[in-house]
């Protein structure tokens, strides 16, 4: 019966518009007739508007009423213990009050995470209904079958919300489709769309001594923030002090340091080192995308530099210690005022910038892109969350999932440490007092702003740097920084693995940049032979 429903609307519109008509033409003196036709108008006008609040009411769709058949089920999700996902568990009660679905949320550590949900699809155990997973791990459960593609969700009707529209919401499709997607099928929903930036004590670079010491010293205004490599290195060098000497006019209980980086034989070094390689124009393989095989080039000239150049900014200007550093560590360090300038993950921001229970430098830091060498450059990282094709209870899971994605909800989640794809979120007041909401708009969008214009002003934290917004990218000439590339190729892992093993040497003062990085190209090709064929 709906499929003809289009049909009669139609024809009771041509019915009114017919009465319309002919009511314009009648005669004043024909009363009798104007009657008829008025009353016939109006039994027409009740008909049409029944009939459509009767369609709207058939097309109506509510969250209680498609959950109505799971109510009672119980589904589990995993992901990484970070403050995204804590607000998440936060925030289920308002589902688990409307849906009666109970939802467990269980938070590791991010190996674990990934230990954990690969054990559950192997073994076929169905534990988790959904899953958080970091974007580079993303192909992998694609290509193993691991995961279901949510337009296979959205065809059925009954649990489709209809105001999910995903594509039309994100700042970036691209990013949508490039951490989420592939062949054109999308297969999550975003969780934390976050990337690597520059944090910087913004107090420190603007404090009228240290200005004019630094111009002093380096014969230029010291920039805040760091625009440059050169900059980054400048600043870091002038930063650091020891215990005894004056920083911002007050003499220091304790040393401080120009930057903390990561430096332990961990994913976090090479991530961080990963910003620098590609800021050089560098790579680890010469391919085009993630998934694509290629000739390893990290041994290169670029590779090199960066990796010299990193190792200088750790050893000589990072925390004591910093061999030893993982994020946790960096984070640290900017929050107790040890650290000036870090190079760190977005969803820190709120632990540094928000959180006075945990951070001494609450006001007193802001954000800003990673500072240019030869590129100008922007990881593109995303946790998302994705439904196994081995979940118990995946209409359940998937109600959860589009839930997720609510306008409120997001403005919780980015207000508490969550960082939005969506765009409607950064139109809302709690995101807005956010410090570095702006910073993540223009990097995630490609270079926009939610207000035109509106950059940070000398002397407060809040907003994207104009300085480095408007620095152009030295080889396409666009003010947009690149989104580069991490491989996520099926045996990435073990590239990641063997990159580490050397670098780590190479930090620890064990080999030279140039033999760390030889070492480790031909390792990848002696273990891996979908990349030795490119040699």
Do not use: C
């Amino acid at each position: 019966m709906l499929k003809f429903l289009p049909i009669v609307i139609d024809f009771l519109y041509m019915i009114l518009l017919l009465f319309m008509m002919r009511l314009k033409k009648a005669k004043e003196g024909n009363m009798r007739k104007i009657n008829v036709k008025s009353s016939l108008l109006k039994l027409v006008s009740v008909i049409f508007l029944s009939f459509f609040f009767f369609v709207g009411n058939a097309y109506s769709w509510s969250l209680k009423e498609a959950a109505a058949p799971y109510k009672g089920k119980t589904i589990r999700i995993i992901g990484e213990a970070l403050a995204p996902l804590e607000s998440l568990n936060q925030q289920k009660k308002i589902f688990e009050d409307e849906t009666g679905i109970k939802v467990i949320i269980e938070q590791q550590a991010f190996d674990q995470v990934i230990e954990k949900t690969t054990a559950d699809f192997v073994g076929g155990t169905g534990i988790y209904d959904a899953i958080l997973n970091p974007h580079v791990k993303f192909p992998f459960l694609v290509s193993n079958g691991w995961i279901t593609p949510i337009d296979k969700m959205l065809s059925n009707k009954k649990l489709a919300d209809p105001n999910f529209k995903l594509k039309k919401e994100v700042l970036s499709n691209d990013w949508l489709m490039a951490a989420m997607g592939q062949n054109g099928d999308l297969y999550g929903v975003p969780f934390s769309a976050h990337t690597i930036y520059l944090n910087w004590r913004w107090d420190l670079f603007e404090h009228p001594d240290e200005q004019k010491n630094f111009k002093a010293k380096y014969g230029y205004d010291l920039p805040s923030p760091a625009v440059t490599m050169d900059h980054l290195r400048d600043t870091a060098e002038f930063f650091t002090r020891k215990k005894g000497e004056k920083l911002a006019g007050q003499t220091l209980t304790q040393d401080v340091f120009g930057i903390a980086n990561s430096g332990k034989r961990h994913i976090s070094m090479l991530w961080n080192y990963y910003n620098f390689l590609y800021a050089f124009d560098g790579k680890v393989v010469d391919s085009t995308n993630g998934p694509d095989y290629g000739k390893v080039v990290i041994n290169n000239k670029a590779g090199v530099d960066s990796l010299n150049y990193y190792k200088d900014l750790l050893v000589n200007y990072g925390p004591t210690g910093s061999l030893d550093y993982t994020w946790d560590e960096q984070m640290a360090a900017m929050q107790s005022g040890l650290a000036v300038q870090a190079l760190l993950w977005a969803d820190a921001s709120y632990g540094i910038s928000h959180d006075p229970e945990s951070s001494k430098t609450v006001g007193k830091v802001a954000y800003s892109g990673t500072p240019i060498g030869k590129r100008k450059i922007v990881n593109l990282h995303q946790w998302g969350m994705f439904l196994p094709t081995s979940s118990k209870n995946p209409e359940a899971a998937w109600l959860f999932m589009q839930w997720t994605q609510r306008p409120e909800i997001q403005e919780k989640l980015m207000s508490t440490g969550s960082i939005s794809l969506s765009k409607s979120t950064y139109q809302q007041k709690s995101v807005q007092d956010l410090v570095y909401a702006d910073t993540n708009y223009f990097i995630l969008s490609g270079g926009d702003l939610p207000k035109k214009g509106n950059f940070r002003k000398k002397g407060s934290p809040y907003g994207m740097s104009k300085e480095y917004a408007n620095a152009k990218d030295p080889v396409t000439g666009k003010k947009a920084p690149v989104i580069f590339k991490l491989e996520n190729f099926p045996e990435s892992a073990q590239v990641e693995e063997i990159l580490m093993k050397h670098i780590s040497g190479v930090l620890a003062g064990q080999m030279s940049a140039q033999q760390g990085l030889d070492k480790a190209v031909a390792e990848i090709y002696a273990e891996i032979p979908a990349l030795a064929k490119y040699k």
